[in-house]
Each structure stands twice: as C-alpha cells, then as structure tokens.
C-alpha cells in the first residue's frame, strides 16, 4: 500500500498554491500562469519544501495529465486546414529552430571548455520547445485562432520530430553501436504514427464518434474524446514523441465536436491544468544561482537558447510580418521535459556532468518563466494590428 | 524523471476498459460498476497483466482522486439536516456493524487456530465499510435522497471514525507502550476536525463563497469546491480517518451550491471515478482461490463479513421498516482501503501472515463485487415501496 494521505496533501498544497497565485496575478492584471509557476517554486522542496519529493512521480503524472489536457483544449481550437495553411512557415520555423540551438549550443559548451559528448548531449537538450506555456497564454489571451499560433502549433510537431531525430542521432554518436537501426525504426514509428493520425483520425473519429453517439452512455462524446486522447498521449510518448504532441493531435481530430465538449472539457482543464504550472515551478533550485561559476554558463546557456529561437521565428516566419515572425520565435522559446529527459538521460550515461544537469534545469524553467510576461503583450498587439496572409 | 509514458499507457488501458465493461454491463442491463470492476480484474497484473504494477503508487492516487470524486458529489445530494435527521438509526447501524465482524471476525480466526494477535488485527481489517461502491450505486439508481442511503452515508461516517478507535486499540494491545497517549491524540484530532467541518464548515464556507463569487477568476465556486474537498479529504486522510470521509463531507458543506457546480463536477466524476473501480478490480487476485485451504477461509471470512453487516443494518436500521433496514445492511458490505491498511499494518509488523493478508484482500474485493448486483434491486424496491418516516 502506498501511503496515500502525505500526497494528498501534496496535491492540495499545489492546487492551493496555484490558484492563490493565479488569483494573485490576474488580480495585478497579470498572466495567471506566471502566478501559478511562481506559487510552485515557492511550495517546491527547494525553498519552502511544504511539497515533499516523495510523492513527485505521482505529481508528475498528474501534471503531465494536466498539459496534456492543455494541448487537447488547444487542438480542439485549430483545425488540420489551419495547419495545412501555415505548413510552409511552421517548417521552416521547426528546422531552423532545432538548427540553430543545436549549433549555437554546441559551440558555446566548446567555447566553455566541455568536451565533445557534452557539448552536444547540453546542446541537444537545448533544442525541443515545450509548446505548453505558449499554449496557455495563447489561450488565456484567445488568441489561438491567429495566425501566428497557428505557425507556432505546428511548428512544435515539426520540432518535436526533429528533436527526437537529433537525440537518436547523438545518443548514436556517443554509444556507438547498432543505433543506427533503433533511429531508422523510431523514425517509421513516428511517421507511421503522424500519417496515421492527420490522414486517417478524422474520418475514423466521425464514423467512431457515431457509434458512441447512441444514448446508452450520456455524455458519449466527450468520454470518447477523452479516451482517444489518453490514448494517443500515451502511443506518442512511447514512440518517443512528446505525449503532448499526441494530446493536441488528438484535439486537432476533435475539432469538428468543439462545440459539444468544450463545455465538459472546461472543468477537467481547471482542475488539472494548474498542477502542470505549480509542479513546474517547484523544480526550480534557486540555490543553482549561488554558484557565480555555474550561474555564467545558465545565463549563457539561457540567452542562446532564447536568441537562437527568436531568429529561427523571425527568419522562417518572415511571411507574417515583422511582428508575428517574432511572436512566433518567442512563442518557441520555452523548453520542457524534452530538454529534461535528454539531460537526465546523458546524466545516466555519465556522460553530462551535475553542474551541466542542473543548468539545463535552470534554461528549462527560465525559459518557461521568461516567456508569458514577453509573449502576452506580443500576443495582444497581433490581436490588434491588421497582419498579412500567412504564406501557403 | 519518472517514465511518464508507460504509466499513461496503463491509465489509457484501465480507461479503455472500465468505459467498454461499463458499457457492455449497461447494455445488459446491469450496473455499470461491475463491468468496471471485472474490466479491472481482467486487465490487472493477476490476468492478463496488460497494466503494470510499476506505476501503482501513481494508479492508486489517481483511483483515490476519483473515489474522492464520487463521494463529494454524493454529499452534494445530501443536507446536514437529512444527516441529523437519521442520527439514530445510523449511529446504531455504526456501532453494531463494528461490533459484530470484530467479535464474529475474532472468534472465526481463533477457531481457524490462529494466535490472538493475528486473529484480532485479521478481525479489525473486516470492520470498515467503504462506502464508494454503494455511493455509486445509489448515485446511478437516483437514489441518494432515500431514508435508507441517508443512513448508510451517515452510519459509514459513524463506522470509520470507530475504526479508527480499534485500530489504535489493537495497535496498542499488541505494541503495548505509551500508545493510549497517541489513542487520545487521534480522538481529539478526530473529534475536532467532525467539529469544526460540521459546525462551522456551512457558515464558513457561505461566507468564504461570497469572496470566490467575485468575477476575478470564472467558475469560482466550482473551482473553491475542488480545493475545499481536496483539503478536506488530506485533512481527514492524514489524521487518520479515510479521506473520503473528508470529501463526503466537503460535499455536504457545499450542498447549497449544488445547482451550480453539479453540472461542472460531472465531466470531472466521469474522467475520474472509472479509475476507483478499475484500479480496486485490477486488484484481485484470482490464484488466491487455488489453494482450497485458503479459499476456506477467505469463504468464510467473506461469509462473516457480509453476514455481520446485514444483521448489524437490520438491527440498527429497524425503524425503516424490514426493506429499508436490510438495504441499509446491504450497503454496508463492502469493505475497503482502510482494511487493506489494517491488514498491511498487520504484515508489515510481522503478526499477518502472508496468507491471511491475502485473505483480507480477497474479502474486500469480493464484498465489494457482491453489493452491486444485490443492492441495485433493493434500492429498486425501495423506491418503489412506500417507506415509513425514519426514526430521528
């Protein structure tokens, strides 16, 4: 039996916490997010520790459930039309964001004196954007529909291919062996997965939903949504895709039925969604900050991961205009447990050091936290400025 | 990093089959629940094994969630005045169905030649009722106002708290040192939070309601109502009483506000209750009944468990007339989290053995997979039947 009650309490902390610190925020007019992630570092072990670690694959589940549920809510907003529309842009965007992180990131563990593995392994973990920060703002703000979204959107599914591309290609690198078998394999799993879901899903989600249609069970649809997008979260992830990429392919499907669910989904996205922020916010050690040595290259690491980003949304979404090219670049600024698992997984090889570990970390929160302050005002002025055709 | 994928996998899997043996069972024309149930057993790792035990701490939380779930939203259905109203009967039916399977539990085991400490700790892992599959029948039958549901719900509340008093009793009688100062400890923690939520939670919570009904955040009361039941049932959970004891009551606090999140509870009822009776399904182990000696006992335990309550509900209960006071006995059947608690206890101190752990598991799944298809006909009939007032 595990002891269920001290999780519980956990939980009510964080929930607690998050809501307190949303409330807080919107109330000084604000991004509710950011209050949420602030309340999470306050509560998290590292500095007042009233959420213990012992319960944390539980927290992490349930906040992986909770941006999980984010993105579905996204998807059901943006339609595979919308997302055709913006392919050439969310393309480019996606390859040269993953390009120029690689590369810059590379080459500044170099410039610090780290050695090759290293260097690429940081490097690696500085390339995936983690869509669900922007998504939220988006989404507070309404401004899903926008074109620039709609290019961030989709670019995140270009990106996170890309990124799982570029960590079995390094992991090859540095094992050496018959990898190059387990990336081609990997590849046809995600493609076979992508083309399965963008060409089949809709048709056999409206046949499907037909069937769950029958009144035996009320609320039929929104429980077959639900399950669908459980299930594609979990097929995502385990083909090494981020589940969120999953979770917002599956809202994608379910765009047709917005109308029916959104209502139902509400409440699930208010109960779960801020445990995604809090939980977040608690990883961050603010102490990694005290070392002025390891605070130079996290600051480092940080401007280049937000610098490479912002050009790889300003030269591949050129076709926006000046100021959607750099909402999109910003909106690709956070990083998320992509960058995580690729760290913890070269911290497991011996292969990136615990300093380098924890300035991941750091770039993965700041990065997190430097974003819905910038983005929000940038948001807000696409909203209002007449902007050109996207390019198709 | 915990591996987030595989546990998603499992809980894709546990949803899939507690919503398609929910659906079958409901299609025959039978509860839901026991589809849900059985969809359990066959998935779970004694079966055919298609959910993991590895991520069972995350599964047993997420179960705990939505018992949570289920049981605030039957406090919605249910006043503090219909609880007061019942009192008697339902302080009775508490008592009794302590007293019987502690005294009938006791005796069994001592005749099945068992020592006094195991056959006590055995008997005090027979005596709680856990209300969430009888709450959930009676919440799908409609029937949560009847005379008899309003007994069960406030007996169970009786019955866990005189748990808790034997299990410290128990404790004490086998550890033997200063455990009576910790017995009075639990007592007054126990007392005072009765106090304070039934007292006070009402008055408290309208006052702290007008506060949540400002326009900053939307669905406020919703949202006040999630994160008073999640404190509550922490609350109640840590001081050693089931937390679902604390998230009944959540709900009776917030019964004047039931019009307006009841439609919003819902979709959070759907998504997560079917976990409860999945994971409790996943549970069983049928190769327990392969050793005749074994399944002797846990036959006869099992007899006694179910025996004792019934006689304990139409004893106490008389004042509903025959009908309502064996539907009362029935709904206080199944056993649950806090007799795997006592019963863990009991291993983990080395005075239960491995069997009779067993045994105990056994009993409280198989009580829990006998109430369904029983109670549902007599809730039927009960609200069919013109009923006498209840004694107050």
Do not use: C
């Amino acid at each position: 039996m595990t002891e269920i009650a001290p999780i519980l309490v956990d939980l009510f902390i964080l929930f607690a916490a998050a809501k307190v610190g949303g409330e807080l925020f919107e109330y000084l007019r604000q991004p509710a997010v950011i209050g949420e992630l602030l309340a999470g570092v306050l509560v998290g072990p590292h500095v007042f520790g009233m959420v213990g670690t012992e319960g944390e694959p539980v927290l992490e589940v349930v906040a992986e459930l909770g941006v999980i549920i984010l993105l579905f809510t996204v998807g059901l907003e943006t339609s595979l039309a919308d997302l055709r529309r913006v392919g050439r842009p969310a393309a480019l965007v996606g390859v040269l964001g993953v390009l120029f992180p690689f590369l810059a990131g590379t080459g500044l563990m170099l410039g610090f004196g780290r050695g090759r593995e290293e260097a690429l392994f940081v490097a690696a973990a500085m390339v995936a954007t983690s869509v669900g920060i922007t998504a939220r703002v988006l989404r507070d703000l309404g401004a899903v529909r926008t074109a620039a979204a709609r290019v961030v959107l989709a670019a995140a599914v270009v990106d996170d291919i890309l990124a799982v591309i570029l960590l079995s290609v390094v992991a090859g690198l540095t094992e050496g062996d018959q990898s190059r078998l387990a990336l081609i394999v990997s590849l046809i799993q995600v493609f076979a997965f992508l083309g399965v879901v963008v060409l089949a899903g809709p048709r056999l989600v409206r046949r499907l939903s037909g069937l769950a249609h029958t009144p035996v069970v009320p609320r039929s649809p929104f429980l077959f949504a639900v399950l669908v997008t459980l299930g594609l979260a979990a097929l995502s992830g385990t083909i090494g895709l981020a589940s969120i990429i999953g979770a917002f392919l599956a809202g994608v499907i379910f765009e047709f039925t917005r109308e029916e669910i959104a209502n139902q989904i509400e409440p699930l996205y208010e109960f779960l969604v801020p445990f995604f922020f809090a939980v977040t916010g608690s990883r961050l050690d603010p102490a990694v900050f005290a070392d002025p040595g390891i605070l130079g290259v996290a600051a480092a690491v940080t401007v280049v991961a937000v610098i490479t980003k912002l050009a790889a949304g300003r030269l591949g979404a050129g076709a926006l205009g000046r100021g959607g090219a750099w909402t999109v670049g910003l909106g690709m600024v956070p990083r998320g447990e992509v960058g995580f698992i690729v760290a913890s997984l070269g911290l497991g090889l011996g292969i990136i050091s615990a300093e380098m570990f924890a300035v991941v970390l750091a770039m993965t929160v700041l990065t997190t936290l430097f974003t819905p302050p910038v983005l929000g005002p940038a948001v807000r002025r696409q909203l209002k400025a007449p902007r050109p055709e996207e390019g198709g």
